[in-house]
């Protein structure tokens, strides 16, 4: 809990991605241990914390509350800002990450939601000067079924991490947009089945710790991809992303970003 490691033969540490314990009490849980944090639509954090996490239900209310420690390896976002005279700054993790969300379901098809987070002792490094802050982060987003086979979400989040400059002397933007529209949804036991999906973010590299498609963080452009299961418990995804940089990470300005990828999943 406290190294993210295991000390096993020889001295040599094993690193825990994710090992925990979680029980119900009628409509609420307790998970304690090294797990998989998500905000509501994954716009603020979407990756591990070694804590405790309590979630409840009440009808078409749901929440949860969460208290743990981050790895203090990375930078928001994990982006890192090129200065000519005083090498690579950011804003590097805090390790005391706390948050509380809700979601509530206004119908059986839209549902609404929305995370308060705060993470403190957050180095910010910029031109030879450090200091350190604490950094509160919000997020609201909807999820709605638009037709048969036709969903759409979107959600914001900002931050209050401000006065920081970029590459070229620009503020780093502490707020963003992600939308998603899909089509279908692929099922890893249902061979055939299939989803196409698109998106649109205008994502500022303030405005998140590690959200869900990070590769596309401090990213604005658009996305169109596909999921198909050509057997059971194996999934093919294939996507193309194109846009440019919010903020310039290079002295030389902002730049163009193309990503094209194609991965296969196998479930056990």
């Given amino acids: 809990m406290k190294s993210d490691s295991i000390t096993a033969y020889g ?4 690193q825990v991605n994710k ?5 119900n009490f009628g409509d609420s849980m307790l998970k304690v241990g090294r797990y998989g944090e998500f905000s509501s639509y994954g716009r603020i954090i979407d990756t591990e914390i070694s804590g405790a996490e309590y979630t409840f239900e009440a009808g078409d209310l749901s929440g949860a509350l969460t ?3 981050l790895k203090d390896s990375r930078t928001l976002a994990g982006t890192k800002f090129e200065n000519k005279s005083d090498g690579e700054y950011g804003a590097y993790l805090g390790t005391e990450y706390s948050s509380a969300r809700l979601k509530y379901n206004l119908s059986p098809v839209t549902a609404i939601g929305a995370t308060y987070g ?3 002792e957050v180095t910010v490094a910029e031109k030879g000067n450090n200091f350190q802050d604490s950094v509160n982060f919000w997020e609201a987003g909807f999820n709605t079924k638009l037709a048969d086979n036709l969903t759409l979400m979107a959600a914001y989040s ?7 400059t970029d590459s070229v002397g620009s503020e780093v933007v502490n707020d963003g947009w992600f939308s998603e529209l899909r089509y279908k949804q692929h099922n890893p036991s249902d061979v055939g089945s299939f989803a196409i999906f698109t998106n ?5 590299a303030f405005s998140t710790i590690d959200a869900t498609v990070d590769y596309t963080e401090n990213v604005r452009g658009w996305t169109l991809g596909f999921d198909y299961v050509p057997m059971e418990n194996t999934t093919i995804e294939v996507f193309y992303t194109t846009g440019t940089q919010v903020n310039a990470t290079s002295t030389e300005g902002r730049q163009d970003v193309d ?3 194609a991965q296969m999943e196998f479930y056990f």
Avoid: M, P, T, W
């Avoid at 090992?19 to 029980?23: C, K, M, N, T, V």
């Avoid at 900002?158 to 920081?164: A, F, H, I, N, P």
């Avoid at 649109?200 to 500022?204: A, D, E, I, L, S």
């Fill in 259 to 261: 990503i094209f990828r």
């Fill in 200 to 204: 649109y973010r205008n994502v500022g």
């Fill in 158 to 164: 900002k931050s209050d991490l401000d006065g920081v």
């Fill in 67 to 69: 208290y743990g420690r």
């Fill in 11 to 14: 001295d040599k540490d094993i």
């Fill in 118 to 120: 705060r993470l403190n």
């Fill in 19 to 23: 090992i925990y314990a979680e029980g």
